[in-house]
């Protein structure tokens, strides 16, 4: 069951940009991105402040529409987690130079390798959180503290993904609660 949350000022559009996993554990292909997903043509952050991107499994274990679907699998190791813009993407390595909007990441117990300085949860025990999430919905001061563990295993009604309604007010470019950006408030 994976998902993507995005939060952001209602009608922000979101065509140009990208959400991509980035592989951390020093003892695979560190920077390979593992994991990518690119806006269509006028997707725009929803009435209520969301979009929401899922598999099938998540949209049937929670209940939910996403409003993107996508069929890979996001990375299930450490990894960096970003939304980008799609033109800085050069190849299938993250190069450092990508135009990074907002990042987070999650390690498990071995050496890894973060990047665009993104804030780190983990490990968990042994193992990469199952889950990371906003402590709250849109605040980002690009640390540890922004943000919670999510757990499949603890509360569904606290993971529970919301999607995106309505376009709401039309804006140009990004724009979100975080200085004009938008966040990932939770990556599962």
Same mark, same amino acid.
């Given at each position: @069951? #994976?998902?993507?949350?995005?939060?952001?000022?209602? %009608?922000?559009?979101? #065509?140009?940009?990208?959400?991509?996993?980035?592989? /951390? +554990?020093?003892?695979?292909?560190?920077?390979?991105?593992?994991?990518?997903?690119?806006?269509?043509?006028?997707?725009?952050?929803?009435?209520? %402040?969301?979009?929401?991107?899922?598999?099938?499994?998540?949209?049937?274990?929670?209940?939910?529409?996403? +409003?993107?679907?996508?069929?890979?699998?996001?990375?299930?190791?450490?990894?960096?987690?970003?939304?980008?813009?799609?033109?800085?993407? +050069?190849? @299938?390595?993250?190069?450092?130079?990508?135009?990074v909007v907002d990042a987070v990441a999650s390690f498990d117990n071995t050496p890894s390798t973060g990047f665009f300085g993104a804030p780190?949860?983990?490990?968990?025990?042994?193992?990469?959180?199952?889950?990371?999430?906003?402590?709250?919905?849109?605040?980002?001061?690009?640390?540890?503290?922004?943000?919670?563990?999510? @757990?499949?295993?603890? @509360?569904?009604?606290?993971?529970?993904?919301?999607? %995106?309604? %309505?376009?709401?007010?039309?804006?140009?470019?990004? /724009?979100?609660?975080?200085?004009?950006?938008?966040?990932?408030?939770s990556a599962i």
């Open positions: @069951s #994976e998902y993507v949350e995005l939060f952001g000022v209602p %009608g922000t559009l979101l #065509e140009g940009y990208s959400f991509i996993s980035i592989e /951390g +554990n020093d003892n695979r292909n560190v920077g390979d991105i593992e994991f990518r997903f690119d806006f269509d043509a006028g997707v725009r952050i929803g009435g209520n %402040g969301f979009y929401l991107i899922a598999n099938q499994t998540a949209q049937d274990e929670y209940g939910v529409t996403a +409003n993107a679907t996508f069929t890979a699998s996001i990375e299930n190791s450490s990894a960096t987690y970003a939304l980008v813009k799609t033109s800085s993407i +050069n190849g @299938s390595d993250a190069t450092g130079d990508e135009e780190v949860l983990g490990p968990d025990g042994n193992f990469f959180p199952a889950g990371l999430g906003r402590v709250e919905d849109g605040v980002d001061t690009d640390t540890a503290a922004d943000l919670k563990i999510l @757990s499949f295993f603890n @509360s569904k009604t606290e993971n529970t993904p919301t999607p %995106g309604t %309505g376009e709401g007010v039309v804006e140009e470019g990004l /724009g979100g609660a975080n200085g004009g950006d938008p966040t990932i408030v």
